[in-house]
T-cell receptor, first 114, second 111 residues
Framework: GNSVTQMEGPVTLSEEAFLTINCTYT??????LFWYVQYPGEGLQLLLK?????DKGSNKGFEATYRKETTSFHLEKGSVQVSDSAVYFC?????????????FGQGTELSVKP | DGGITQSPKYLFRKEGQNVTLSCEQN?????MYWYRQDPGQGLRLIYY???????QKGDIAEGYSVSREKKESFPLTVTSAQKNPTAFYLC??????????FGEGSWLTVV
């Protein structure tokens, strides 16, 4: 079946450290891939996306590259800030003929200390 | 401003009651979704609608109902048949470019 595996949290980093959050997925076909961020008590905000193999999504210093051969979409940031503390979700979007829905893992909590 | 508006933000339900969560979007999106999130968990799909007057069950539809009479509105009713309704509920809509945007969510608590 379709599924997403993210590295377990919480991930605790010091400010200005390098961030990697691993994401691998199992999905039929070639889904579009998304990263969402959720701050406490809020909804999900779109962070970045990639729609085909080797595409790189980027936003606010975060980057992720669509790796078809390893079915991965790892999130990276060169220098994290305290304000990046949140829960991050990797989510493939299945094609319409495969159900047309986002598949979520459990999310990865990031805590950045000053 | 364009966006997705969910209301109420907080809702309390007594045992045996039905409650309805509102979701309105002014983005002119055809597809809309309802997800449920439990503490420390990912999101699970309840219902989705690709177009007005049509909707499909998601992975956890039991105890929920929806309607899609207007393009901009996709209300979710949590019925008394839903035995564990306490959760955070998220509504979303999908752009023509296949990007899904979420509302701010509604907290439902059974008292």
């Amino acid at each position: 079946g379709n599924s997403v595996t993210q590295m377990e949290g919480p991930v605790t980093l010091s400010e200005e450290a390098f961030l990697t959050i691993n994401c691998t997925y199992t999905a039929t076909g070639y889904p579009s891939l998304f990263w969402y961020v959720q701050y406490p008590g809020e909804g999900l905000q779109l962070l970045l996306k990639a729609t085909k193999a080797d595409d790189k999504g980027s936003n606010k210093g975060f980057e992720a590259t669509y790796r078809k051969e390893t079915t991965s979409f790892h999130l990276e940031k060169g220098s994290v800030q305290v304000s990046d503390s949140a829960v991050y979700f990797c989510a493939p979007l299945l094609a319409y003929n495969q159900g047309g829905k986002l598949i979520f893992g459990q999310g990865t909590e990031l805590s950045v200390k000053p | 401003d364009g966006g997705i508006t969910q209301s109420p933000k907080y809702l309390f339900r007594k045992e045996g009651q039905n409650v309805t969560l509102s979701c309105e979007q002014n983005l002119n999106h055809d597809a809309m979704y309802w997800y449920r999130q439990d503490p420390g968990q990912g999101l699970r799909l309840i219902y989705y609608s690709q177009i007005v007057n049509d909707f499909q069950k998601g992975d956890i539809a039991e105890g929920y109902s929806v309607s899609r009479e207007k393009k901009e509105s996709f209300p979710l009713t949590v019925t008394s048949a839903q035995k564990n309704p306490t959760a955070f509920y998220l509504c979303a809509s999908e752009s023509p470019g296949n990007t899904i945007y979420f509302g701010e969510g509604s907290w439902l608590t059974v008292v």
